[in-house]
């Protein structure tokens, strides 16, 4: 079984600072690692995804993320904030080895970015 | 840019009666998908389809649901007799083949069932 858990529901930071959201995971084979955004009312917009190599992976709006083996995490990184950030963010995991392409999401958290 | 969209936006029904929600996914894409998000909880999968069959699917997804590719652009998710608890966000998603390949969501379709 797969599982993802985003230990925060909601991140808080100032336009300009860098902001961190936390995901880690659970495969029984190897990771695929992908991060969506929320806006309301909106469908899912893919960021960036983790497949193989260079453990930093960079994505859109100038998100990166970077993928941890020991720790299971895969969290997502901005240097400077801005206040249209503001969303709901999504980590989601497929397990590599089973065969399956089934994502499994995280619960979500809410990223609150102050003027 | 290509986009999965869903219609109806928002559906509003009487338990016990059939809704067909609607997704016409990405026009170079072979596999797709149905997810639900009960509101203020996770995203669920529900489905994946591949080929004109159902290739992966959740417990969820139990005799009430059906999906069809009734042409070769749209793809459907049919709810039998809709109970007060499949009151949902239903996203549909499509994908290129290849288990890396990420999916592209619709912007969903709220149902209510009353």
């Known amino acids: 079984a797969q599982s993802v858990a985003q230990p925060e529901d909601q991140v808080n930071v100032a336009e300009g600072n860098p902001l961190t959201v936390k995901c880690t995971y659970s495969?029984?084979?190897?990771?695929?690692l992908f991060w969506y955004v929320q806006y309301p009312n909106r469908g899912l917009q893919f960021l960036l995804k983790?497949?193989?190599?260079?453990?930093l992976v960079k994505g859109s709006y100038g998100f990166e993320a970077e993928f941890n083996k020991s720790q299971t995490s895969f969290h997502l990184k901005k240097p400077s904030a801005l206040v249209s950030d503001s969303a709901l963010y999504f980590c989601?995991?497929?397990?590599?080895?089973?065969?399956?392409?089934?994502?499994?999401f995280g619960k979500g958290t809410m990223l609150l970015v102050s003027p | 840019e290509p986009e999965v969209t869903q219609t109806p936006s928002h559906q509003v029904t009487q338990m016990g009666q059939e809704v067909i929600l609607r997704c016409v996914p990405i026009?170079?894409?072979?596999?797709f998908y149905w997810y639900r998000q009960i509101l203020g909880q996770k995203v669920e999968f529900l489905v994946s389809?591949?080929?004109?069959?159902?290739?992966?699917k959740s417990e969820i997804f139990d005799d009430q649901f059906s999906v069809e590719r009734p042409d070769g652009s749209n793809f459907t998710l049919k709810i039998r007799s809709t109970k007060l608890e499949d009151s949902a966000m239903y996203f549909c998603?499509?994908?290129?083949?290849?288990?890396?390949?990420?999916?592209?969501f619709g912007p969903g379709t709220r149902l209510t069932v009353l």
């Open positions: 998603a499509s994908s290129v083949p290849g288990q890396g390949n990420e999916q592209f």
């Open positions: 495969v029984s084979g190897n990771p695929y």
């Open positions: 983790y497949i193989t190599g260079d453990n």
């Open positions: 989601a995991v497929r397990d590599m080895d089973s065969g399956y392409s089934t994502l499994t």
């Open positions: 026009s170079n894409h072979l596999y």
């Open positions: 389809f591949y080929n004109n069959e159902i290739s992966e």
